[in-house]
């Protein structure tokens, strides 16, 4: 059963602080994407992953960066924290090839930017 | 912007009848139509998915429904039971990536 770990559950941080989100998944799974969570506007993408150092912007990419330096491993970056970035922040890892591939979830973190 | 349109966003249904959620997109070229439940404070889990090469597809209580030419899909769970409480997203896979709606909450009425 595939299992992607999101390394925190909750987590608080102030504005303007640079936060990592950590993700990890052990299928050897090629694809990785992170996803953010509002009530009323389902998820949506800021950016994934098809192969190690590799990265594309997804649909709202503004505030956020991203680092692939291990297959296994998607890491999200904050570079300055604002309010408006506190959301729930859902990882997905998929074997090859986006299209016609499920993705499978971890847990998600809740983070608050106070 | 491109999206996935999903409708309706709350439904209530009593338990034991069925409830069907729609959605349509719009770029012809999608292929592949996941849909996923998640269940308050747990991840989205993949329930049905479909492909554009066929038109249905039925898993034990669930039935998904695709019309490429209208360019909409549907859920559609039958007799339904507390546990359908959640919320659902349909998607749509354009792109080498996964568009989803914006979700629909199911409340089961005892």
């Known amino acids: 059963d595939v299992k992607v770990t999101q390394s925190s559950r909750y987590l608080v941080k102030r504005t303007g602080e640079k936060v990592f989100l950590e993700c990890v998944q052990d299928?050897?799974?090629?694809?990785m994407f992170w996803y953010r969570q509002d009530p009323g506007l389902g998820l949506r993408l800021i950016y994934f992953?098809?192969?190690?150092?590799?990265?594309e912007k997804g649909d709202i990419p503004e505030g956020y960066s991203v680092s692939r330096e291990k297959k296994e491993r998607f890491s999200l970056i904050l570079e300055s924290a604002s309010t408006n970035q506190t959301s729930m922040y859902l990882c997905?890892?998929?074997?090859?090839?986006?299209?016609?591939?499920?993705?499978?979830f971890g847990d998600g973190t809740r983070l608050s930017i106070l | 912007g491109e999206n996935v349109e999903q409708h309706p966003s709350t439904l209530s249904v009593q338990e034991g009848d069925s409830a069907v959620i729609k959605c349509t997109y719009s770029?012809?070229?999608?292929?592949?139509f996941p849909w996923y439940k998640q269940e308050l404070g747990k991840r989205p889990q993949l329930i049905i998915d479909?492909?554009?090469?066929?038109g249905e597809k039925k898993d034990q209580r669930i039935a998904v429904t695709l019309n490429k030419t209208a360019k909409h899909f549907s859920l559609h769970i039958t007799e339904t039971q507390p546990e359908d409480s959640a919320v659902y997203f349909c998607?749509?896979?354009?792109?080498?990536?996964?568009?989803f709606g914006k979700g629909t909450r199911l409340h089961i009425l005892p």
């Open positions: 299928m050897d799974h090629e694809n």
């Open positions: 998607a749509e896979s354009r792109d080498d990536k996964i568009i």
């Open positions: 997905a890892s998929s074997t090859t090839g986006g299209r016609n591939q499920p993705q499978h």
């Open positions: 992953s098809y192969d190690v150092k590799m990265k």
């Open positions: 770029d012809s070229a999608s292929n592949y």
């Open positions: 479909i492909r554009s090469n066929v």
